[in-house]
């Protein structure tokens, strides 16, 4: 197996002086390409400074980040942003889709506002990615009108919109039932193995992580096991 990413001894503190947290304390990190892993952990032991950090959106205070051959903290804001939006995809526990734009304009708008327009192409790999999630029925629907399940498999299809290398997810499943988080859980295992898109995804539900592969747990700001 190759590695998609390496981090070593990284470090993140908040804040300064007296007030200062150090949340991560020296962590390294190598996930392979094609891995779906879980990071798990006890609440405030680091899991999304550390997922924000390999998305690209917050820089470490100090260590090393390499992805794909690039060195990821020396690049700059617009490398960033582009590499951002070529190789990462992101889902989260409040997926953040636009209301009244139906299932299929929510996967697709990051895509045309980044093109400048809305491709064909664009469309029919949406279209398609809604109906693997199992949402051929509601390609169409405002998302407003979704249960909560669809619109994190919603999210999810949207994460993947561009074929990105890795998707971070933060607590995917949240906010879900159990039915409900284990069908998002299952479906995502479908994309790793018919795509090989590596997944890291955040949880405190040991049935999620038993859906991944690898389990990596964070404590104190370091990856213990
Ligand atoms: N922007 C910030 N400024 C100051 N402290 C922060 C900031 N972001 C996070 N922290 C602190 O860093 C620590 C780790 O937070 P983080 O959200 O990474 O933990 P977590 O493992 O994801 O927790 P949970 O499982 O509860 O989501 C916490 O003590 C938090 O208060």
């Known amino acids: 197996m190759s590695a998609l990413l390496e981090v070593n001894d990284l470090v993140k503190t908040f804040g300064t002086g007296e007030a200062a947290t150090r949340v991560l304390r020296g962590l390294d990190l190598t996930l392979n390409t094609g891995e779906m892993a879980a990071l798990l952990g006890p609440s405030g032991s680091g899991k ?11 820089k470490p205070t100090s260590g090393r980040y ?21 190789h990462i995809g992101f889902v989260f526990q409040f997926h953040n889709l636009l209301p009244d734009f139906t299932a299929l304009e929510n996967v697709i708008f990051p895509t045309a506002v980044r093109d400048g327009r809305e491709t064909p192409a664009a469309r029919a790999r949406g279209a398609d990615l809604l109906v ?11 998302t407003a009108k979704l249960s909560g399940g669809q619109k994190q498999r ?8 561009n074929s990105p290398e890795l998707v971070l997810a933060d607590e995917p499943t949240g906010n879900l039932d159990r039915a409900s988080a284990l069908q998002v859980m299952e479906l995502i295992g479908q994309i790793n193995r018919e795509e090989g898109t590596t997944f890291l995804i955040s949880t405190h539900d040991d049935k999620i992580a038993a859906a991944c592969q690898r389990q990596i747990v964070v404590s104190d700001g370091v990856v213990t096991g």
């Open 66 to 86: 390499q992805m794909l051959d690039h060195d990821l903290i020396a690049a700059e804001d617009r490398e960033l942003t582009e590499f951002r939006n070529r």
């Open 132 to 142: 693997r999630m199992g949402l051929a029925e509601r390609i169409h629907f405002p």
């Open 48 to 58: 999304s400074t550390l997922l924000t950090i390999l998305g690209t959106l917050m």
């Open 154 to 161: 919603v999210a999810v299809a949207r994460a993947l919109m």
